[in-house]
T-cell receptor, first 114, second 113 residues
Framework: TQLLEQSPQFLSIQEGENLTVYCNSS?????LQWYRQEPGEGPVLLVT?????EVKKLKRLTFQFGDARKDSSLHITAAQPGDTGLYLC??????????????FGQGTILTVHP | NAGVMQNPRHLVRRRGQEARLRCSPM?????VYWYRQLPEEGLKFMVY????????ESGMPKERFSAEFPKEGPSILRIQQVVRGDSAAYFC???????????FGPGTRLTVT
């Protein structure tokens, strides 16, 4: 079983639509990170959320950490073709390590059609 | 300031050959992590190294895989006697300190024929 469950697995939408991607777990985390990975490249960190209930905005992207620190969501407003990619949530230090080893969800593949 | 560099970007090996993947961390970073991305499994941690030390190799397959990060030069992930199941994208990430933000390289795509 996956520590982090992401949904949906695939999302195909038209330019201008809004969307939300979810990252859920039964475990409590000290922090959650969101990455975007474009084809042929490595993941790029978008944001880290650390406080229950925290909301962070990055232009058209809004990230939220659940009050109980077990889940997170990523909302994109007015999606653009440039938002196409694989969105990954991850948590460092699952299992009690202290050096930042990342555990990833399986990701959401987003395709935004012009 | 150059980012994390990995080479080669693409590597083709026949079954039974050796694969050597290199990772040069960002300038000043002395912590390196290797991850493997398989289509059906997602991105999985393999090993964490500091200069000249392996700190955690809990994600490494028990046989044929090894990693090093020498005092001088890049970190190397070595796969001996490759099999088709080793075909994947291998990413390294580096951080400035223990637990710091990780910056990922572009990956090496290994194909075993």
């Amino acid at each position: 079983t996956q520590l982090l469950e992401q949904s949906p697995q695939f999302l195909s939408i038209q330019e201008g639509e809004n969307l939300t991607v979810y990252c859920n777990s039964s475990s409590v985390f000290s922090s959650l990170q969101w990455y975007r990975q474009e084809p042929g490249e490595g993941p790029v960190l978008l944001v880290t959320v650390v406080t229950g209930g925290e909301v962070k905005k990055l232009k058209r992207l809004t990230f939220q950490f659940g009050d109980a620190r077990k889940d997170s969501s990523l909302h994109i407003t007015a999606a653009q073709p440039g938002d196409t990619g694989l969105y990954l949530c991850a948590t460092p230090n699952a299992g009690g390590t202290s050096y930042g080893k990342l555990t990833f969800g399986q990701g959401t593949i987003l395709t935004v059609h012009p | 300031n150059a980012g994390v560099m990995q080479n080669p970007r693409h590597l083709v090996r026949r079954r039974g050959q050796e694969a050597r993947l290199r990772c040069s961390p960002m300038k000043g970073h002395s912590h390196v992590y290797w991850y493997r991305q398989l289509p059906e499994e997602g991105l999985k941690f393999m090993v964490y190294l500091q200069k000249e030390n392996i700190i955690d190799e809990s994600g490494m397959p028990k046989e044929r895989f090894s990693a090093e990060f020498p005092k001088e030069g890049p970190s190397i992930l070595r796969i001996q006697q490759v099999v088709r199941g080793d075909s994947a994208a291998y990413f390294c990430a580096s951080s400035l300190g223990q637990g710091g933000w990780q910056y990922f390289g572009p990956g090496t795509r290994l194909t075993v024929t």
